[in-house]
């Protein structure tokens, strides 16, 4: 499991469902320097919105308890190895400014609709790294709480489906940079039991969309990439009369597992790293 490397500093549950966790003689054992905390419900002594009960945002507050600039992101049902967690963490500290991750996602402008789209389809071009599976600085979790119109955490409390798509267009706004993707297995997550699949969210992620742009305004975005496993791509956006919008896809920069590359930034990346894990067992 990939738990045992040796870049943990601890591991935190997010538990968010109506049912109490497990007891702590049923969780798994971990090394004694690797500590286990299990939040549910924590101390709301502030009011703050993102800390009510079953609050979908829970994942990306600010807890006190974590001290690493280093944080991984992950659904309950995902499926990483360790080799694909630690490239993806290895990249993070090249890019520890941006979203690093592994499930991508697209947005465009439907013309025909006169709205904003959004795909979930393997293609080349990607503008959304979910937070499902991704490394971020804790830095994110912040400004996401603190930063943020209350009318954009409402939102993703109405819609309890875009969290992340909040967090990429925070990211992107602050750093004018798009997120990262490393490429992966196509399958990162379990499927549920008896072949059955979950029901698409693209009608919430498009009104998502919608209200960040009509509330945040125009977020500048990146270049365009090719989805290529061999080598790394970025070239230079294509904007029309200098205006950065959110119609041209903010493409991310693919980072393949075969790059090894590693560059000084200027902000500080730990050697440690915080896993948060969001778990809604109802």
């Not at 694909?84 to 991508?104: K, L, N, T």
């Not at 499927?191 to 992620?205: D, F, I, K, M, V």
């Not at 075969?258 to 560059?263: F, G, L, P, Q």
Request: proline share 6%.
């Amino acid at each position: 499991m990939f738990i045992q490397n040796t870049v943990w500093f601890q591991i935190v549950v997010i538990w968010s469902g109506e049912k109490s966790p497990p007891a702590k003689s049923r969780w798994p054992i971990l090394p004694v320097s690797l500590p286990l905390n299990v939040l549910q419900n924590p101390s709301n002594t502030n009011g703050d919105v993102l800390l009510q009960t079953h609050s979908i945002s829970q994942r990306f507050y600010p807890h006190s308890l974590i001290q690493t600039d280093s944080i991984l992101s992950l659904d309950e049902d995902c499926l990483l190895t360790t080799d694909e967690v630690d490239f993806a963490f290895q990249v993070w500290v090249s890019f520890p400014d941006r979203i690093v991750g592994y499930p991508a996602r697209s947005h465009y402008w439907d013309d025909a609709k006169g709205s904003w789209g959004y795909t979930s389809k393997w293609t080349n071009d990607y503008s959304i790294v979910l937070t499902g599976a991704a490394f971020y600085h804790r830095y994110y979790n912040f400004l996401y709480t603190h930063w943020l119109s209350p009318l954009l955490h409402k939102t993703v409390e109405q819609s309890q489906n875009c969290e992340d798509i909040l967090m990429n267009f925070l990211v992107s706004h602050v750093t004018r940079r798009p997120p990262v993707k490393v490429t992966q297995r196509k399958q990162y997550k379990e499927q549920p039991p008896g072949g059955a699949r979950l029901a698409p969210a693209s009608a919430a992620a498009e009104c998502c969309l919608t209200e960040c742009m009509s509330i945040m305004g125009n977020v500048e975005r990146g270049g365009r990439v090719s989805n290529r496993r061999n080598s790394t791509c970025k070239t230079a956006g294509n904007h029309e009369g200098g205006e950065k919008h959110l119609r041209d896809p903010n493409i991310y920069t693919e980072i393949p597992l075969t790059h090894k590359s590693v560059r000084a930034t200027h902000w500080q990346s730990q050697s440690k790293i915080t896993y948060i894990n969001i778990t809604s067992v109802q």
